[in-house]
């Protein structure tokens, strides 16, 4: 099936903790990004990137590193993880100025 | 699931009704927006799209409204179904280039068979 996929899709872990949530789409877009969504169904975008190169990056800890090994891949890294770090992260993908298609989501617990 | 104590805006409507879900964006330079239906557990998934150009668009069973003078995005849905039940957000592209979108709050459609 020609999707956005992420792993893993449930995430449990304790604060402190050094993470990382893995993204591939084979739609053939060049544009990727992260989003968070918060308990309350809030969306925000966190980053994006564009034929790997780093194009949006919103006001989020450092502690959140983006790696985008080609441009079918988009990986979120996450050190020292905090219990406000516990969200749904979405990844998703689009062509230039055009609809974003989402993966399924991971749900990160941070205990 | 639904996180417990969830208070998203709720739009209740009977089964076969017709359903408008109404959106107010802050941006007067966005040029592009899109409705957005994310159902339990999921992803948001793509509905329709409109761009500044347009006054109105048409899908299958919906139709995106956009009126600029007032900041203002509808989406109707025609003859309502349960799986329509979702959560449906609007999302306005304040920057082209990039293609950042700034999603709503979202709108809760419950429907009642």
């Known amino acids: 099936d020609t999707a956005v996929s992420q792993t893993p899709k449930y995430l449990v872990t304790q604060m402190g903790n050094d993470k990382s949530i893995k993204c591939e789409q084979n739609l053939g877009h060049d544009t990727m990004y992260w989003y968070k969504q918060d308990s309350k169904k809030f969306l925000k975008i966190m980053f994006s990137y564009n034929n790997k190169e780093l194009i949006i990056n919103e006001t989020v800890p450092n502690r959140f590193s983006p790696k985008s090994p080609d441009k079918a891949h988009l990986n979120l890294h996450i050190n020292s993880l905090e219990l406000g770090d516990s969200a749904v992260y979405f990844c998703a993908s689009s062509q230039p100025a055009t609809e974003q298609y989402f993966g399924p989501g991971t749900r990160l617990t941070v205990t | 699931g639904e996180s417990v104590g969830l208070h998203l805006p709720t739009l209740s409507v009977q089964e076969g009704d017709n359903s408008i879900i109404n959106c107010a964006y802050s941006n007067s330079a966005s040029d592009y927006f899109i409705w957005y239906k994310q159902e339990s557990g999921k992803g948001p998934q793509f509905i329709i799209d409109i761009r500044s150009n347009m006054d109105k668009r048409q899908g299958q069973r919906v139709t995106v409204l956009l009126n600029k003078t007032v900041k203002h995005l509808s989406l109707q849905i025609a003859a309502t179904q349960p799986g329509d039940s979702a959560v449906y957000f609007c999302?306005?592209?304040?920057?082209?280039?990039?293609?950042?979108?700034?999603f709503g709050t979202g709108t809760l459609l419950a429907v009642q068979p």
């Open positions: 999302a306005e592209n304040r920057s082209g280039a990039t293609n950042k979108l700034i």
